[in-house]
């Protein structure tokens, strides 16, 4: 099967060696998530929800590159600094993931590498032969 990368320009993809996605087939990986722009800055800082909509945002481009959608998504991981913010978070999920329905796991974790960061999201899906 071929392998495809996505990659998003972030500099730590050739330090560390990373993609935001990896396509093999008809599979699509795509990692940890957080809520940066363009230039790495945190979005939404100190709001749950509003970092979960970038990192919605940068898995959907993420998929929409490795030739699928919201449609393909199988699983969904979501990470929380504080479970109290689960709801808010799983609002913004609906607005993506409302009509594939993937399943879902959401877990507090105590950080991540940046501590304006309060969610990361990663997602799976699989391109179905309709």
């Known amino acids: 099967m071929k392998r495809k990368l996505v990659l998003n320009g972030n500099p730590m993809e050739d330090i560390v060696g990373f ?11 795509i990692g940890g998530t ?3 722009d363009g230039e790495g800055n945190t979005v ?6 509003q970092q979960a909509e970038r990192c919605f945002e940068i ?9 699928s959608g919201w449609r393909d998504v199988v699983r969904t991981r979501i990470l929380l600094t504080n479970i ?3 709801k808010s978070v799983i609002e ?3 607005k993506f993931c409302r009509d594939a329905k993937p399943v879902d796991t959401i877990m507090e974790i ?8 309060l969610v990361e999201i990663e997602a799976d899906a699989v391109i179905a032969d309709d």
């Open 19 to 29: 993609a935001r996605a990896v396509r093999v087939g008809p599979y699509i990986s």
């Open 34 to 36: 957080a809520p940066v």
């Open 44 to 49: 939404g800082v100190g709001d749950a929800g």
């Open 59 to 67: 898995i959907g481009d993420a998929l929409e590159r490795a030739g």
């Open 84 to 86: 109290d913010d689960w």
């Open 92 to 94: 913004v999920r609906a």
């Open 110 to 117: 105590n950080r991540f590498v940046n501590p304006e960061w």
